[in-house]
């Protein structure tokens, strides 16, 4: 008993050398890929997205800060601390406009708007992994996922399922009732009205009071109208924040 005990040991401690030896192989010609494909991998986004899903097959972070390999070797912890820079920066100028909520999509155009054309193409999947690190941060960064997509929060508001849930809601139309959502999510109307009202306060929701029926609760960050131009006082004034 004692032997076979011994041999199994031997032979789990045997594959686990075989096992870190794939893997130390596995990241030299990784590496080896790196240095020989540095400027598409820098250059091309959808090429950048392939070189992460590799790199975490070995749970390799080449976003990681530092002056490691990756850090020297490719630059990509400067490219995402640049874009992280400019999502900041963006989600700054805009934040009077849709309370600190904005749609991936449209943060990723500005962002395109505001690099030129002769800059380094930006995926939406290099703005996800920004805003990871942004996240990690603690400053306030992270992603509420609504329609397929998400919506980028800039502002350390504290929003809970019940928030996101409103928010997905009103995807589809940019703005919502609390008869829709009573319908929509039988809820109580003091529930809802309790999660509206969060919102207005933070900034994330303006109403407007005036809307036939009843006062539709406008997010503009889901609002491409109002994201497409300025707002003028006399518009703004229509909708009470």
Not at 116 to 132: C, E, P, T
Request: glycine share 8%.
């Amino acid at each position: 008993m004692h032997r076979r005990g011994v041999g199994a040991g031997a032979i789990a401690k045997k594959k686990l050398a075989e096992m870190s030896k794939q893997l130390e192989t596995f990241k030299t010609n990784l590496e080896e890929f790196a240095s020989k494909h540095k400027q598409e991998i820098r250059k091309n986004s959808q090429f950048r997205v392939q070189f992460q899903e590799m790199c975490a097959t070995i749970g390799v972070d080449p976003l990681a800060s530092g002056k490691g390999f990756w850090s020297e070797m490719l630059g990509v912890g400067d490219f995402y601390y640049e874009l992280g820079v400019q999502i900041i920066e963006v989600c700054l100028a805009l934040k009077h406009r849709n309370g600190g909520l904005i749609t991936l999509d449209e943060l990723h155009h500005h962002v395109l708007k505001g690099r030129g054309k002769f800059a380094q193409d930006v995926s939406q999947d290099d703005l996800v992994r920004a805003i990871k690190k942004l996240k990690a941060m603690g400053n306030g960064f992270g992603m509420i996922p609504v329609g397929g997509s998400y919506l980028v929060q800039s502002v350390p508001a504290e929003l809970n399922m019940d928030h996101t849930v409103v928010l997905q809601l009103a995807e589809k139309k940019g703005y919502v009732t609390v008869s829709e959502i009573r319908d929509s999510l039988k809820w109580e109307r003091e529930r809802a009205c309790h999660v509206l009202d969060h919102l207005l306060k933070e900034g994330l929701a303006w109403l407007d009071s005036q809307a036939a029926g009843e006062p539709q609760y406008w997010l503009p960050a889901l609002f491409s109208e109002l994201l497409s131009r300025d707002i003028t006082p006399e518009e703004a004034s229509q909708m009470t924040p």
